[in-house]
């Protein structure tokens, strides 16, 4: 075997809470094994809402992310979405100054959020662009403070700004994130659906 997989990671969790606090824990992972580590039970309440950094030195680590969850959220009067599922994401491996998602449904029986994160140590300016199936674009900047997260509701500005009762296309929305400055940062999107009565029921979530 190659002696450089025969070494165990030294690994740094760094959780950044949403009110500017963190917390910083260690632990090895010995070769060729893993560790599950529950964010809930050893970072307690705080937990709630956190964004991770995770740092290793004497070999590479793979990360994932499980999420187990009720999820339970009234989008408005028509629409509110009540389950329990669980998602899987992998850990990304680098920061952006401009990353895009492919389509995201904002219909009834689904929810969108965007979750901004500043990984530098200042405040930066983040640009969202939204743009619907019928090529209607809106945009608006938001300031994400240094090693801070904002999480953005995407459904609430499709339904205020780009949906059109009763046109599928208007509600199914593609987004642009960027810097101009070639700042950092991470960004995650999170859908939550249930269409349940519906031709094609689906119910869960994506991250």
Do not use: C
Not at 53 to 67: P, T
Not at 98 to 127: M, R, V
Not at 133 to 141: C, D, K, T
Not at 180 to 189: I, K, M, P
Request: hydrophobic share 40%; glycine share 8%; charged share 10%.
């Amino acid at each position: 075997l190659d002696p450089a997989f025969e070494v165990p990671a030294n690994v740094t969790i760094n959780l950044n809470y949403a009110n500017g606090s963190n917390h910083l824990f260690q632990l090895v992972v010995k070769p060729h094994s893993q560790v599950i580590w529950n964010v809930n039970a050893l970072a307690g309440g705080a937990a709630a809402q956190a964004a991770v950094e995770i740092v290793s030195s004497g070999a590479g680590i793979v990360v994932q992310r499980h999420m187990f969850f009720h999820y339970t959220h009234t989008v408005n009067e028509d629409n509110t979405l009540d389950f329990g599922s669980v998602t899987d994401t992998l850990g990304q491996v680098d920061t952006y100054h401009s990353i895009s998602f492919a389509e995201g449904d904002n219909n009834i029986g689904h929810q969108e959020w965007l979750n901004l994160y500043n990984p530098t140590g200042k405040t930066e300016t983040i640009y969202v662009t939204m743009i619907n199936g019928l090529g209607s674009v809106y945009s608006r900047s938001f300031q994400v403070e240094a090693y801070r997260h904002q999480i953005l509701d995407i459904s609430t500005y499709t339904q205020q700004h780009l949906g059109i009762p009763g046109n599928v296309q208007s509600y199914k929305v593609s987004l642009t994130i960027q810097t101009l400055d070639n700042q950092h940062f991470v960004a995650e999107r999170s859908e939550y659906f249930n269409t349940a009565g519906s031709t094609f029921a689906v119910v869960g979530g994506t991250a």
